[in-house]
């Protein structure tokens, strides 16, 4: 049977599970108890909280940060913790840190992981231990396909990004000279891979660069897409190093239209290019605008945080109400919280709920937006139709 979120209340979607009601008694299994009644339980937050991909981890944290803040207010009698596992957005520390989390026996579900390399490394270790986790973000097509039997993601992933950001390239900025780059990442060669797909002879050339920090200059690149006459430049990667290109590639005298994923979709992007060299680049993400989220959502995130939702706050926000819903439900067992998430169908602040056999998103909720960087700042453009 399928658990519910039942509806917004208080102009949040809260998950009345949660909020609501008393705690059960016992859990559903003895393996793995936090407590009887769910008192005392912790769930998770994985993603880059510092380093140079953190932008985009803290927009999420606070999201989850809300979640619990809310739950506990309703539940004071019976917390549960949240936990912050920064792996700073690097694969290499992912492994390490899921052990960690394992190996906290209170810990009963995971927000995260946020991107897609650290979830290659990590969620291997999260399916052999049992532990359910929500990514927000975390976009690679593939991570559906291992038979991960914990793994779950509240937005689409690049199979409907990727091909409707090469439709806007090619529908809505008519660009018939196309230059592709990726950072050679998990995510970011997977996204660029697919537009490449779509734009097929328009892509007039390619390259990769180092991500994670690594690469400051891309002078060789940009002198390869300038020889190519491009009105348009694909990155498939993250904001840091998207930053960069663009306010090079302007300072080379490149006109074209960047268009990049979700992984530049954050301000911080801006602040890298500069906002003069920023101004027009076409951002997509399988997400609507966090602003724009259902109920209090956006004021209670300020209040909170002291700053407005970004990218994937309210998905994390989401993510987290429905481990919290089945925590509130009595499943107080890391057994009984996964089969809870697997049944779960459910309306959040960002979208309605329920999940495939593989942990997809119902493909009826998928969205995909472009967004447009106008007068300094991140907008809404328009929603890219999916066919």
């Not at 937050?45 to 380093?51: H, K, R, S, V, Y």
């Not at 906002?275 to 399988?286: K, Q």
Request: glycine share 12%; net charge negative; hydrophobic share 40%.
């Amino acid at each position: 049977m399928r658990q519910k979120l039942v509806r917004l209340v208080g102009g949040v979607a809260i998950a009345a599970l949660a909020l609501g009601g008393t705690a059960a008694c016992k859990s559903d299994s003895a393996s793995n108890e936090a407590s009887g009644d769910g008192c005392g339980s912790k769930i998770a937050f994985f993603g880059a909280l510092t380093g140079p991909s953190a932008a985009l981890g803290i927009n999420e944290n606070n999201g989850v940060k809300l979640a619990v803040d809310q739950y506990n207010k309703a539940n004071p009698d019976c917390q549960v913790s949240l936990v912050p596992l920064d792996s700073q957005g690097n694969p290499e520390q992912a492994p390490a840190l899921a052990q960690q989390a394992i190996d906290d026996a209170q810990l009963l579900g995971i927000v995260g992981p946020a991107y897609s390399g650290e979830s290659e490394a990590a969620n291997p270790l999260f399916s052999e231990a049992g532990l359910v986790h929500i990514t927000p973000s975390a976009t690679r097509p593939s991570l559906a396909e291992q038979g991960w039997k914990t793994f779950f993601r509240t937005v689409g992933n690049d199979l409907s990004q990727g091909p409707a950001a090469g439709a806007y390239i090619k529908d809505v900025l008519k660009s018939d000279k196309v230059y592709v780059i990726d950072d050679q990442s998990a995510y970011g060669a997977g996204l660029a891979d697919e537009v490449k797909k779509v734009l097929g002879a328009a892509v007039v050339g390619s390259d990769k660069v180092q991500g994670e920090g690594k690469q400051n200059d891309f002078s060789a690149t940009v002198t390869k897409v300038k020889s190519t006459g491009a009105t348009a430049v694909f990155y498939g990667g993250y904001y840091q190093e998207a930053g960069l290109i663009r306010k090079q590639l302007t300072s080379a005298g490149v006109t074209a239209t960047l268009v990049a994923g979700d992984g530049v979709n954050d301000n911080a992007y801006i602040e890298g290019a500069g906002a003069a060299a920023a101004e027009g680049t076409i951002l997509t993400c399988p997400c609507q605008p966090a602003t724009e989220a259902r109920g209090s959502f956006v004021e209670d995130y300020k209040a909170l945080n002291g700053s407005e939702p970004g990218t994937y706050s309210d998905t994390a926000y989401d993510a987290a109400n429905i481990l919290l819903a089945g925590i509130k439900d009595g499943k107080t067992s890391r057994e009984s919280l996964l089969e809870f998430v697997k049944g779960y169908t459910g309306d959040g602040v960002a979208a309605s709920y329920k999940f495939t056999e593989t942990g997809e998103l119902d493909p009826a909720q998928v969205k995909v937006w472009a967004y447009k960087v106008e007068g300094g700042k991140v907008v809404p453009d328009q929603e890219i139709k999916l066919s």
